[in-house]
């Protein structure tokens, strides 16, 4: 009997999946904020927060890795908000060192500048930052540093979710259809799977399309607007992702042809039966299965080679060896989760299911995950580089966050297998049950041929009387009928598979097998965007570290210190207020006094704060005297928050002095 699909067909299912995975990549996107990229800054001069005596006349940035400026990445901003910079951006790189310089206009005023720089890393990701310097002394500014990191805002979160969806459309399309090839032939005719493939190119186009016109304001102005700037994306086109996503494009195309064969002429050639004729017609069907075979497998490892060639594995060490490893992992991914995302299609949706293409499937997803655990393996040593980072980096973290639930995932698909087994065991029992009631009703099969041949042909032949007409048998109504019986035998069928203990608890496993991969597929595109742990090491040992945020301090910084300079009346304390004791200008009050506590007047007092984590100062600062006993300071900037050093240098004559230190979290 010939197994006519359902009438619906598995749309719902394969929507509800893709908006599953559409509303999981957008929380595991904004939980995640925007992701650092792997290039970054590991030096510049002068360095962030110093003070110069004199005006620089260029300031020079150094990265970790290369990177790609355009003529308005480095700005530099004068207290007054104004350009200092003259424009003009050179590439300084020497030596295996990535380094640009931008330089400034002469006669530059004292007083605190902020270099903005933005850019895009080697791998695709945009990277920028801010960092302040001053000539003479720090100053009141009213220049902003942009708050907002490139590749951030709605422009961000939409870019990361068509880079999930792109992800899913990719798994879909290439896993539906190794699952067809290679384990379900007959399943190329099946309208359940034949959607499913078809909406999985459908997405991974569209997605190719948005992430192509996003480029430019992703990695530039972040204005969604700019999507449909013509310049913007002939810039986007001179770039290394731009030439991936139109590459993929193409590729598609490609893929569309053959989707095409694989549900055109190959789902219309038939099992063979017997015979000389069959036997060709077996020859070529198998032709043409290797012939889609080869192709897919080649347009396949090309669409998942524009990702190897544009993102992480393009950058670091080992590039030759990194990019057709890459490849090999996403194609893994896709024939595990692709092949998985079908057979629950199939099981739900399809009319029948054989048990070989789930024992299939079974070996195609053990080899998979034999492949995605060597390939993943190198990935990770690849990226992480230490243990120290595997737990110390945001990289790291999420890596064993994707390892935790690829165990969850091989676990539950232990089940499956052990299901699988079950209904082996019962398929063989009811073969052997069906030969046996088989060879013992043949013979009267037999003896009752020759009756019923003769009813037939006496029924196909009858003629009715009735009144004074003769009425044939209605030829139409015996098809229509015949018809009925088969769809009554089909659904059926159709009960007593659903009713089988062994397919319901293999539905339920490859069921929960498909929501774990539909969360591991958002950390996956969360972890492609986030740096290295490799990197991220380089980068805290370039810059000495990085210090914890101090939490901000409720209101005004103030503290009492005592002080002896061993000179005449060189005893007292003093006490100092920043208000109000956050990063940015603050007002600073100094007040001297003496053993009696009365205000002692003293020749000079001198302060500097130091944030020795970061490398930032000291940074000096004089007050003026304002009564007896007391100095004050109305413009003390903190470029950052951070645990500071504060120094507090007091003369109380021509020879005596002293300075006293105090560790200050100013937030």
């Known amino acids: 009997m010939t197994a006519t699909a359902p009438r619906f067909g598995s749309a719902p299912l394969v929507r509800l999946l893709l908006v599953a995975t559409v509303l999981l990549g957008t929380v595991f996107t904004v939980l995640s904020g925007t992701a650092s990229a792997h290039a970054a800054l590991t030096g510049s001069t002068p360095e962030d927060g110093a003070v110069v005596a004199t005006a620089p006349k260029d300031i020079s940035l150094t990265f970790s890795e290369q990177i790609a400026m355009g003529d308005n990445s480095i700005r530099v901003l004068d207290p007054d908000n104004k350009r200092a910079d003259t424009g003009k951006i050179r590439d300084l790189s020497s030596g295996g060192t990535v380094a640009y310089g931008i330089g ?40 902003a540093v942009p708050s907002e990191e490139a590749g951030g805002g709605l422009v961000g979160t939409l870019y990361d979710i068509a880079r999930y969806i792109s992800y899913a459309g990719f798994i879909l399309l290439i896993g539906g259809a190794a699952f067809i090839l290679g384990c379900w032939p007959r399943g190329a005719s099946v309208r359940p799977l034949q959607r499913l493939v078809v909406q999985g190119w459908l997405t991974l186009t569209a997605a190719t399309l948005v992430l192509l016109l996003l480029r430019s304001p992703y990695t530039g102005s972040g204005k969604l607007g700019d999507a449909f700037d013509l310049g913007g994306l002939q810039d986007v086109l001179a770039t290394k992702t731009g030439a991936a996503l139109v590459s993929r494009l193409l590729l598609l195309g490609a893929a569309a042809l053959f989707v095409a ?37 080649v347009v396949a490892a090309g669409i998942a080679g524009t990702w190897a060639l544009a993102e992480h594995a393009s950058t670091g060490i080992q590039t030759g060896l990194a990019m057709p490893v890459d490849v090999l992992h996403l194609l893994a991914v896709a024939t595990w989760l692709g092949g998985l995302t079908a057979l629950l299609v199939a099981l739900y949706r399809a009319p029948s299911l054989d048990n070989a293409a789930v024992r299939r499937f079974s070996r195609v997803a053990f080899v998979s995950v034999v492949v995605l655990a060597a390939t993943g393996l190198y990935q990770s040593w690849r990226q992480v580089g230490s243990w120290s980072a595997l737990w110390g980096t945001s990289y790291g973290q999420l890596l064993l966050v994707k390892v935790g639930l690829v165990a969850v995932l091989v676990g539950i698909a232990w089940f499956s297998r052990r299901w699988t087994g079950r209904l082996e065991q019962r398929a063989e029992a009811e073969a052997e049950a069906e030969a046996g009631a088989g060879a013992g009703a043949e013979a009267g099969a037999e003896a009752a041929t020759g009756s019923e041949t003769g009813e037939e042909t006496e029924t196909a032949a009858a003629t009715t009387v009735v009144g004074d007409r003769t009425v044939v048998a209605d030829s139409e109504r015996a098809t229509q009928l015949a018809r009925q019986r088969a769809a009554l035998a089909t659904a059926r069928q159709k009960r007593i598979r659903d009713a089988d203990p062994g397919r319901i608890g293999l539905r339920r496993s490859v069921l929960a097998e498909a929501g774990v991969a539909v969360v591991l597929l958002a950390v996956t595109t969360v972890l492609t965007s986030t740096e290295p742990g490799r990197t991220a090491e380089q980068e805290a040992g370039a810059t000495g570290g990085t210090a914890a945020t101090a939490p901000a301090t409720e209101g005004p910084l103030a503290l009492t210190l005592p002080f002896d300079t061993g000179g005449e009346n060189g005893k007292g304390t003093v006490r100092l207020t920043l208000d109000p004791g956050r990063s940015g200008a603050n007002a600073m009050h100094i007040y001297v006094d003496g053993p009696d506590g009365q205000p002692l007047d003293v020749p000079e007092v001198k302060a500097a704060f130091t944030l020795t984590a970061q490398k930032i100062g000291p940074l000096p600062i004089v007050p003026e005297h304002f009564a007896p006993g007391h100095w004050s300071a109305d413009a003390v900037q903190i470029p950052m928050p951070g645990e ?8 109380t004559s021509d020879i005596d002095q002293t300075t006293v230190d105090k560790n200050v979290k100013i937030g």
């Open 644 to 651: 500071w050093q504060l120094q507090l240098t007091i003369r």
């Open 261 to 297: 064969v694989l549900f055109g002429a190959y789902a219309k050639r038939e099992t063979p039966q017997d015979g000389e004729e069959n036997e060709e017609q077996n020859k070529e069907r198998k032709d043409l299965a290797f012939g889609l075979a080869v192709g897919g497998a």
């Open 104 to 143: 400034l206009h002469a006669g530059l005023p004292d007083g605190t500048y902020i270099v903005a720089w933005q850019a895009v890393s080697a791998d695709s990701h945009p990277i920028s930052g801010a960092f302040t310097f001053s000539i003479g002394a720090p100053s009141k500014t009213t220049a």
